[in-house]
């Protein structure tokens, strides 16, 4: 967990980060994150009013309530909320955001798309989600689910997420997913069997991308049907909501820019040909901080409706 005081401008002032444990559970949890926020909001400036405190969350959760609705990496956090007992502790507002709906709502404010009204943001890393903006809002979805672009289907017959949805978005073109593509495509010679010490186990998406630059036609054909893959799903998202902004971050996004022209095209030969004289695709800039300053933006824009 990194808690920030964060002002009005996106400038981050005090900072801190703990560990999780959500093995200890969400009031465990609750607690010490309290304790963090206080040592964040004690680096204000004498005179700075403190508004509120936007918690961004891995979900899904409902956003009303900031209840957790069978969050798959926060195991016995079903059905809880941190929402009212850390108001209480801390003695202002608590609005608590989905992480990617968040980053969203961040570049919105803080990055490149300051004041756009329709904005996707898709991270793609370990697994792949998505964050959007429809109309000046956030979509949340009846549940709190929305945004789980990561499941669309994008290669039917091909590989499954961890969820076990076929030929989906995150099972053909996450970090993860490259690699084990790789693997199984995988030849004792290359470039990329130098940069796995010859061991297909030891293969990552970062090795993937440095073996495709060096000529290696195993890395090189993974990295191809990856960019058709996430071109298809972006595609599908271009389709679907029409954004301004079309932002992707995580870390897969490092080794993509280095395909950046042929990404743009994919995206576009599988969008709808009102599309055909480009998308608006961009690489976020915000990095690391990109939820901090989405919940930093969720306080402020929730704030102003007291
Ligand atoms: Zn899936």
């Not at 400036?45 to 209840?67: N, Q, Y």
């Amino acid at each position: 967990m990194r808690a920030a005081l964060v002002d009005s401008q996106g400038r981050i002032i005090g900072r801190g980060a703990i560990d999780t444990l959500p093995e200890s559970g969400i009031d465990n949890a609750r607690m010490r994150l309290a304790r963090l926020l206080e040592s964040a909001r004690a680096t204000a400036p004498d005179g700075a009013e403190v508004v509120g405190v936007g918690v961004s969350t891995a979900g899904p959760i409902r956003p009303a309530t900031g209840t957790y609705n069978h969050p798959p990496n926060l195991t016995g956090w079903h059905g809880k909320t941190m929402k009212p007992s850390l108001a209480e502790s801390l003695g202002i507002p608590v609005w608590i955001g989905h992480d990617a709906t968040l980053a969203a709502l961040a570049e919105t404010r803080f990055g490149d798309h300051i004041g756009a009204e329709n904005l996707i943001y898709v991270t793609i890393s370990t697994g792949v989600g998505g964050g959007i903006i429809a109309n000046g809002e956030m979509v949340t979805g009846a549940t709190g689910g929305a945004g789980e672009v990561g499941h669309i289907t994008v290669r039917p017959g091909a590989y499954s997420c961890n969820v076990g949805c076929d030929g989906c978005f995150e099972g053909n073109a996450s970090g993860p997913a490259i690699a084990r593509a790789a693997r199984d495509r995988f030849q004792n010679d290359g470039p990329l069997a130098v940069l796995a010490g010859g061991d297909p186990m030891n293969i990552t998406s970062q090795m993937v991308f440095d073996a495709a630059d060096e000529g290696d036609t195993v890395a090189q054909e993974v990295v191809d049907i990856t960019i058709e893959n996430i071109g298809i799903g972006l595609g599908g998202l271009m389709n679907t909501f029409d954004p301004e902004a079309l932002v992707i971050g995580g870390g897969v996004v490092q080794g993509l820019q280095r395909h950046w022209e042929r990404l743009n095209a994919s995206v576009v030969e599988h969008a709808l040909p009102r599309y055909e004289n480009g998308v608006p695709l961009t690489a976020t800039r915000l990095g690391d901080d990109v939820s901090l300053l989405g919940a930093a933006q969720l306080a402020f824009r929730e704030a102003r409706k007291l």
